[in-house]
């Protein structure tokens, strides 16, 4: 009973002593990317992509209880969140419209799609949720402003579930936001 004792003692110890290697993601496109040349829109651009700033910071964020949020010490984005956010959306939208958007202030299109991500995190249910805004403008003038929001069970327990939902729901946001856009060019 003693060894057991001292033998459980050092096993604790030892792994005490042992720091948790972080596990980075990146927020990626499952769409297959070909090398092609651009043919960017001439009817749109891609404007601002904001994240809350909540959001905003290298750890992954989880609701824990009564709306409290925490950010993951060793489960990190390997990039800022708003350019993960930003490339997924952007490659995503332009995959599904067949429109190339570029940054704005490289095309001066006449309307520019304007993203603003409210909420993104895990809830305490056990699911990924994502609120977020978009718009259409045309110089200072408003064409259009939508709302999404959406919630998706995580399939198992962990981080990289919750990155894969994440994932499919920012999934979901473009192809929302590309029918929006194929909407307004055929109007």
């Not at 009973?1 to 096993?11: D, E, F, H, N």
């Not at 609701?63 to 350019?83: Q, S, V």
Request: hydrophobic share 40%; glycine share 6%.
């Amino acid at each position: 009973m003693k060894y057991t004792y001292l033998l459980l003692l050092a096993l604790l110890a030892g792994c005490a002593g042992q720091p948790t290697e972080p596990n980075s993601y990146l927020l990626r496109s499952s769409h297959q990317l070909t090398t092609r040349a651009l043919e960017p829109s001439k009817e749109f651009s891609m404007g601002t992509v904001e994240v809350a700033s909540y959001i905003d910071q290298p750890g992954l964020v989880l609701e824990t209880k009564n709306g409290d949020m925490h950010a993951a010490r060793n489960n990190l984005w390997a990039e800022p969140i708003y350019e993960g956010v930003r490339n997924l959306l952007v490659t995503n939208i332009s995959q599904l419209s067949n429109m190339d958007l570029l940054p704005h202030k490289l095309t001066k299109t006449p309307i520019v799609l304007d993203i603003y991500i409210d909420q993104l995190h895990g809830t305490r249910e056990g699911s990924a949720k994502l609120v977020a805004l978009w718009w259409l403008r045309s110089g200072d003038q408003l064409v259009s402003a939508h709302q999404f929001s959406e919630e998706k069970p995580l399939t198992s327990a962990g981080y990289p579930a919750l990155v894969q939902a994440e994932e499919a729901l920012l999934e979901d946001l473009a192809r929302a936001i590309a029918n929006t856009l194929v909407m307004s060019k055929e109007s």
